[in-house]
C-alpha cells in the first residue's frame, strides 16, 4: 500500500440538472406521488371560524381553505412574493406581477423534493393539459403563462418545488382571465428538470519503478511452473524476465477499510523505469 498526499487528491463540484416527467390523472391522481394537485379555496369564513367538520379536503387531507391561507401568508402577504432564492420581492417585477385572486380558487402543483432535489431550474417548467393540449410554463423569473399568452397567470417557487395558478371551475376555454379550467378527468403532464450538485473525487495514483513490481499471483510466490524456461517463475520475476500487470486499483482509509475499487479496462503493464500514474475519478 501506499499513501496519498493532500496534493493527489481533490474534490470539484458541479452542478447536474436531470429532465423530469411525470403523468398526472385529474381530480386526485395516484396519492402519495412525486407531483400532486391541490386546491386553495379563498375562505367564505375568517380563519378563526374554520370548522374542519364542514371544511372541504384535498387527497393528501389537508383543508382547501388552509391551503389558500398558508400560501396567501408565506407568498403573497401584503402584496409581496417570493423569488426563485425565497427571498421577498415585489409582486410587480418586471410589471409582471401576480396576487392571488379575493375570490375562487386556486391551484397548488407540489412535486416532491426527491424528484426537484436542489431547485426546478429556471425556464424548465412545462405542464400540459393533455385533455385540450393546451400548456402553461414559466419565464425564468418565477412567472407562469399560458403558453403563447403574455399575461401572468402564476408563480412558480424553483427552490421549493411549488407552482400556484387561478382556478376556474367553468368549463369552457383553457384560460380564463388568468384563472384555468382543468376537466375533472384531464390528464396532465407535468415536465421540468431538477437540479443537484454533485461532487467529482480525483486520485492520482503514482507508482515509481520499485513500488508494485511484484505479482501477488500465488504461482509466482510457489514456483510451481517454469513455462520451459529452467527457472522458478520467482526468479523469473527478480531478473525481469517478467514484468507484472495490474488490473484493480483499491483506495483505503487510514483504518485500512476498502472505500472504493477502479478497474482498468485491460491489464496494464507497470513501466520499469519511469514513473506510473493513474488518475480514479469518481462522482458522489
Not at 31 to 57: C, R
Not at 101 to 114: A, D, E, F, K, L
Amino acid at each position: 500500500m501506499k499513501s496519498l498526499t493532500p496534493d493527489k487528491k481533490s474534490i470539484s463540484p458541479f452542478v447536474v440538472h436531470k429532465q423530469q416527467s411525470y403523468l398526472y390523472q385529474m381530480p386526485s391522481g395516484s396519492y402519495p406521488g412525486p407531483v400532486n394537485m391541490l386546491i386553495g379555496t379563498v375562505p367564505t369564513l375568517p380563519l378563526i371560524e374554520f370548522d374542519p367538520l364542514h371544511a372541504t379536503e384535498n387527497v393528501d387531507g389537508t383543508y382547501t381553505d388552509t391551503v389558500y391561507y398558508n400560501i396567501r401568508n408565506m407568498f403573497y402577504q401584503s402584496g409581496s412574493t417570493f423569488d426563485a432564492a425565497g427571498q421577498i420581492i415585489s409582486a410587480s417585477v418586471l410589471g409582471r406581477g401576480y396576487n392571488l385572486p379575493n375570490t375562487g380558487s386556486i391551484y397548488v402543483v407540489s412535486m416532491t423534493q426527491t424528484t426537484y432535489g436542489e431547485g426546478i431550474l429556471p425556464g424548465s417548467f412545462n405542464l400540459i393539459d393533455q385533455g385540450v393540449q393546451q400548456s402553461i410554463i414559466d419565464d425564468g423569473l418565477g412567472h407562469l403563462f399560458v403558453s403563447g399568452s403574455i399575461s401572468v397567470i402564476g408563480n412558480i417557487f424553483y427552490n421549493l418545488g411549488l407552482a400556484i395558478f387561478g382556478r376556474t371551475l367553468n368549463s369552457g376555454s383553457f384560460n380564463q382571465s388568468g384563472s384555468i379550467y382543468i376537466g375533472q378527468q384531464d390528464q396532465l403532464l407535468i415536465e421540468f428538470k431538477a437540479t443537484q450538485t454533485i461532487y467529482e473525487h480525483q486520485y492520482v495514483c503514482t507508482m515509481s519503478p520499485l513500488e508494485f513490481n511484484f505479482s501477488m499471483n500465488n504461482s509466482c510466490i510457489s514456483g510451481s511452473s517454469n513455462f520451459g524456461t529452467g527457472l522458478p517463475i520467482s526468479s523469473m520475476m527478480l531478473t525481469g524476465s517478467l514484468v507484472p500487470y495490474f488490473t484493480t486499483i483499491g483506495l483505503y482509509d487510514d483504518y485500512l477499510q476498502l472505500l472504493a475499487i477502479a478497474k482498468v479496462p485491460h491489464p496494464i503493464r507497470r513501466t520499469e523505469e519511469t514513473d506510473q500514474s493513474i488518475i480514479i475519478r469518481f462522482d458522489i
